[in-house]
């Protein structure tokens, strides 16, 4: 197996390190590090950037020094692994911010000319996408359709050439029990040596 250049978006806003999703990132992060995949974590609690408010912001403000540094970690990585809570049905308004600093147009995708399609600037990537919440998985997946899932591979990821290979859901966190999250935790890892 190819070494691989992984990027992790640690996308708990909590800072204190201490959440479910900091613990998958970390058993992932051991399981790449023995199979000689280069490794680099993006924990977006510990970067502060400021909320885009109008489309100027976005399409012509400079991003921050830190925004930046995380464009470089992405554009250098062959793979994604994108862990976060479901809060209110879809991602952490933190992350949504995140991830509006760092798909500005000219990093992600360049706008066409007129009536042509944007042009994607990160295709070849891949990603991993892990999703924790308080419901059971498949009410998630069947019931709601997994609709914030879909609407970041499709809008986000899959508007810039993203392509999501593998969707984790991980149901009921707050009343499964140590053995459960051992088991999810040795799969993460798993999946970390495998480089998925």
Not at 11 to 36: D, I, M, Q, T, W
Request: glycine share 10%; charged share 25%.
């Amino acid at each position: 197996m190819n070494a691989k250049h992984i990027a992790i978006i640690q996308g708990h806003p909590a800072p204190g390190g201490n959440r479910f999703c900091h613990a998958l990132a970390e058993a992932y992060v051991k399981g790449a590090k023995s199979s000689g995949h280069g490794i680099e974590v993006i924990d977006i609690a510990q970067i502060d950037f400021p909320i885009l408010r109008i489309p100027r912001e976005f399409e012509h403000d400079e991003a921050t020094e830190a925004i930046k540094q995380a464009q470089r970690i992405i554009q250098s990585a062959h793979h994604l692994v994108i862990i976060y809570p479901l809060w209110l049905g879809t991602l952490p308004a933190y992350l949504q911010a995140f991830f509006e600093q760092i798909f500005r147009p000219g990093f992600a995708a360049l706008k066409g000319a007129e009536g042509k399609t944007w042009k994607k600037l990160l295709t070849g990537r891949t990603a991993h996408i892990v999703v924790t919440m308080g419901m059971p998985a498949f009410a998630y997946r069947w019931y709601f359709f997994a609709h914030s899932l879909k609407c970041l591979e499709r809008n986000i990821l899959g508007f810039c050439g993203i392509k999501t290979t593998k969707e984790t859901l991980i149901g009921m966190v707050e009343s499964i029990g140590d053995k459960e999250r051992k088991r999810w935790l040795e799969k993460m890892e798993q999946f970390g040596r495998d480089g998925k």
